[in-house]
């Protein structure tokens, strides 16, 4: 069954360095989100990519945090400098071009990261 | 503002009673509703779908209502097992590509 690959499983970094994870959605599918979820807290969407485009950033910290999907399949999220409020855990999900509203998200195992 | 409220304390339920779980929200008026089960330490996964022009949706031994009138939806586990016990979170799609997640609530079967 096709799964969306995320690494590392786990990351601990010290404050006001850089961290990036990575994120490979199902084949074929053209929506790709990264959500961060604090413990005891729902997922918060960060970024949500159609394609290689863009199309919610709003909840991103742009002065630290930056995404990119370049050929619209893999995509890097990163952290610099991290501060001790980014521990989380990091989740991408990917979700099928169907047209149609209301498609589920298959989500990953997600990054825990923790910073020092 | 907008919000989504999920029960905050955990459910404690016995084995094979029904689990019943609420999520209401306001200031929303959305297309549909999702449900996701999460375990410790994993991502969320599916369980169910239901659009603002149903009223249920079932799938074995899962149940959910979607009221747009009260802003509610239940979600029902029937004849509950220890398997079932994991956070269980609502998302609601809020138009513009957007879909918003409540906090969660827990949910321990005992056997």
């Known amino acids: 069954e096709a799964e969306v690959a995320q690494s590392p499983r786990y990351k601990i970094t010290e404050k006001s360095q850089a961290v990036a994870f990575w994120c490979d959605p199902i084949?074929?599918?053209?929506?790709l989100y990264w959500y961060r979820q604090i413990l005891g807290q729902g997922p918060e969407l960060l970024v949500q990519?159609?394609?290689?485009?863009?199309?919610?950033d709003s909840q991103l910290p742009k002065d630290r945090f930056s995404a990119e999907r370049l050929k619209g399949v893999d995509s890097t999220l990163k952290i610099q400098p991290a501060e001790l409020g980014d521990s989380a855990m990091y989740l991408c999900?990917?979700?099928?071009?169907?047209?149609?509203?209301?498609?589920?998200?298959?989500f990953g195992q997600g990054t825990r990261l923790t910073v020092v | 503002s907008q919000k989504i409220e999920q029960n905050s304390e955990a459910l404690n339920i016995q084995e094979g009673k029904t689990a019943t779980l609420t999520c209401n929200y306001t200031?929303?008026?959305?297309?549909?509703l999702q449900w996701y089960r999460q375990d410790p330490g994993r991502g969320p996964v599916f369980l169910l779908l239901?659009?603002?022009?149903?009223k249920e949706k079932r799938k074995e031994r899962l149940k959910v209502t979607f009221d747009t009138t009260l802003k509610q939806s239940l979600f029902h586990i029937t004849a509950s097992q220890p398997a079932d016990s994991a956070t269980y979170l609502c998302?609601?799609?809020?138009?513009?590509?957007?879909?918003?997640f409540g906090a969660g609530t827990r949910l321990f079967v005992k056997a």
């Open positions: 999900a990917s979700s099928p071009n169907t047209g149609a509203r209301g498609t589920e998200a298959f």
């Open positions: 084949s074929g599918h053209a929506t």
């Open positions: 990519f159609q394609d290689e485009s863009v199309v919610d």
């Open positions: 200031n929303y008026s959305p297309a549909y």
């Open positions: 239901i659009r603002e022009n149903e």
């Open positions: 998302a609601l799609y809020t138009g513009g590509f957007k879909t918003i």
